[in-house]
């Protein structure tokens, strides 16, 4: 069983399109985030929800709204989508927010491609 | 916002050798934690050291921190072809986020 999921695996769009990612986790964690990672294999925190509430907001821009529907699930929608929005966006869960509950599981990433 | 820095950027190595990387921090830290990437694949939990901890082990890892250098090494020894991936370290500052560095590339040559 996978632990973290998401949808798609691969996404080609143009620029200015809307798109939507989605992830599950079936672990029972509290927890759950976005990150992006660039080409240069840099990976940085966007957004983090704790029982359905958001508690990280990275100074991402506007253009992206995450959306916790319940604790399991966190997507992620992008409007207008840029060129620079070219990335590969990792999904993760943790059981908490502090101490060793920070153990992060990740899911096995979107690959987005805005041309 | 602050992030750790690995080193080397890149490591090849031959099957069987140790494998040595090191990262550093800027701030305080709860803990620090250590993640492999598989090559398009997502990050996988390796090992967590808490700050009051000098060394940890687990199977054919070592991890080590020095606070007072703010500084964390991670051995992998007698290395083995599917050890190749990016390994990062990841600290946690009582934000309530991990903060990545910007990985070490391991290639283990058969």
């Known amino acids: 069983d996978t632990a973290v999921s998401q949808t798609p695996k691969y996404l080609v769009t143009q620029m200015g399109n809307d798109k939507s990612i989605k992830c599950e986790q079936n672990l029972g964690h509290d927890t759950m985030y976005w990150y992006k990672q660039d080409s240069k294999k840099f990976l940085k925190i966007m957004f983090s929800y704790n029982n359905k509430e958001l508690i990280i907001n990275e100074t991402v821009p506007n253009r992206f709204s995450p959306k916790s529907p319940d604790k399991a699930h966190l997507n992620l929608h992008i409007n207008s989508l840029e060129l620079g929005d070219s990335a590969v966006y990792f999904c993760a869960s943790s059981q908490g927010i502090t101490g060793d509950q920070e153990t992060q599981y990740f899911g096995p990433g979107t690959r987005l491609l805005v041309l | 916002s602050q992030q750790g820095e690995e080193d080397p950027q890149a490591l090849s190595i031959q099957e069987g050798e140790n494998a040595t990387m090191n990262c550093s921090y800027k701030?305080?830290?709860?803990?620090l934690q250590w993640y492999r990437q598989n090559s398009g694949r997502g990050l996988v939990h390796l090992i967590l050291i808490r700050s009051n901890e000098r060394e940890k082990h687990s199977g054919r890892l070592r991890v080590t921190l020095d606070t007072s250098k703010k500084s964390s090494s991670l051995l992998i020894t007698a290395s083995r072809a599917a050890d190749t991936a990016s390994y990062f370290c990841?600290?946690?500052?009582?934000?309530?986020?991990?903060?990545f560095g910007s990985g070490t590339r391991l290639l283990v040559r058969p």
């Open positions: 701030t305080s830290i709860n803990n």
């Open positions: 990841a600290t946690d500052d009582s934000s309530y986020k991990l903060i």
